[in-house]
T-cell receptor, first 111, second 115 residues
Framework: LAKTTQPISMDSYEGQEVNITCSHNNIATNDYITWYQQFPSQGPRFIIQGYKTKVTNEVASLFIPADRKSSTLSLPRVSLSDTAVYYCLVGDNSGTYKYIFGTGTRLKVLA | DVKVTQSSRYLVKRTGEKVFLECVQDMDHENMFWYRQDPGLGLRLIYFSYDVKMKEKGDIPEGYSVSREKKERFSLILESASTNQTSMYLC??????????????FGDGTRLSIL
């Protein structure tokens, strides 16, 4: 099963771009990479998902290099409300339905 | 929008009690999951179900069981609650098919305290 590694925490200032990198060295060929955001006392919320290269939506961008052993979530111009825990997730598409959550990255946005 | 509803936000029970946590989703999803979340440990999968009456153990199934009698409802059961089961419990659902490319939709969690 693929396992992810992320920084435990990051600080940033309002208006800056934040990049959070996740390592998943054992990612399987069919696995997608998914990022979630979690606020206190809430369940995680889907942000973005990709398989390779670059994906962009209204919230974030996801960069995935050719070897797919890592990925980077990019949050443009963060605000205080982006303070949350961010999880990188790869699934196990080898016939089971397991997702592997890491411990997440606690992002704190400062004024 | 998919809605995943967990029956209680906060629950306090006593050691040895049988505890039921209920989860309902309204989007006809095939897959449903139960996680627990503890500080420093992230989310850990307890059980999941890919169809009615079907279940698979996750990473930490000991002390728990599940029931899925209807497609929209997935119940987590603590057979005999213990203090080390005090935690935040999160339910999630996805459509069927290949698991890793289906975004999970989570409920807001049940914070369970076992005294």
């Amino acid at each position: 099963l693929a396992k992810t590694t992320q920084p435990i925490s990051m600080d940033s200032y309002e208006g800056q771009e934040v990049n959070i990198t996740c390592s998943h060295n054992n990612i399987a060929t069919n696995d997608y990479i998914t990022w979630y955001q979690q606020f206190p006392s809430q369940g995680p919320r889907f942000i973005i998902q990709g398989y390779k290269t670059k994906v962009t939506n209204e919230v974030a961008s996801l960069f995935i290099p050719a070897d797919r052993k890592s990925s980077t979530l990019s949050l443009p111009r963060v605000s205080l409300s982006d303070t949350a825990v961010y999880y990188c997730l790869v699934g196990d598409n080898s016939g089971t339905y397991k997702y592997i959550f890491g411990t997440g990255t606690r992002l704190k946005v400062l004024a | 929008d998919v809605k995943v509803t967990q029956s209680s936000r906060y629950l306090v029970k006593r050691t040895g009690e049988k505890v039921f946590l209920e989860c309902v989703q309204d989007m006809d999803h095939e897959n449903m999951f139960w996680y627990r979340q503890d500080p420093g440990l992230g989310l850990r999968l307890i059980y999941f179900s890919y169809d009615v009456k079907m279940k698979e153990k996750g990473d930490i199934p000991e002390g728990y069981s599940v029931s899925r009698e209807k497609k929209e409802r997935f119940s987590l059961i603590l057979e005999s609650a213990s203090t080390n089961q005090t935690s935040m419990y999160l339910c999630a659902s996805t459509r069927g098919g290949a698991a890793s490319n289906q975004p999970q939709h989570f409920g807001d969690g049940t914070r369970l305290s076992i005294l």
